[in-house]
């Protein structure tokens, strides 16, 4: 049984960082791609970030590019989520997830095509 644990939320100021990181076990995490997703009071889950199996392709929301990184490290069965210069509009549940398909990327911003989540970390950022 795949199990994803995140970790790294706290309560920050505008303008600071935070890395989460993403612990996963139970499964070939190298063969699967990944994604951190995020879901706000009263809003629907959104996608932020997404990297292929190999690490080769990444891809972000507008909301979040050129501040957030998304990263791997397979050897440790890790994904990290670096946010950096951060919004009171990034508060949320930060969830990661794992790509339902072997050795396939597309459409990573579905969160339907994810088959294990993680329990989620919170993020609050105050102004």
């Known amino acids: 049984q795949v199990q994803l644990v995140e970790s790294g939320g706290g309560l920050v100021q505008a303008g600071e960082s935070l890395r989460l990181s993403c612990a996963a076990s139970?499964?070939?995490?190298?063969?699967?791609?990944m994604g951190w997703f995020r879901q706000a009071p009263g809003k629907e889950r959104e996608f932020v970030a997404a990297?292929?199996?190999?690490?080769?392709?990444?891809n972000y929301a507008d909301s979040v590019k050129d501040r957030f990184t998304i990263s791997r490290d397979n050897a440790k069965d890790t994904v990290y989520l670096q946010m950096n210069s951060l919004k009171p509009e990034d508060t949320a549940v930060y969830y990661c997830?794992?790509?339902?398909?072997?050795?396939?990327?597309?459409?990573?911003?579905?969160?339907?095509?994810?088959?294990?989540w993680g329990q989620g970390t919170q993020v609050t950022v105050s102004s």
């Open positions: 997830a794992r790509y339902g398909r072997y050795r396939y990327y597309s459409d990573y911003d579905n969160w339907k095509k994810y088959d294990y």
């Open positions: 139970g499964g070939t995490f190298s063969n699967y791609a």
């Open positions: 990297m292929s199996w190999s690490g080769g392709a990444t």
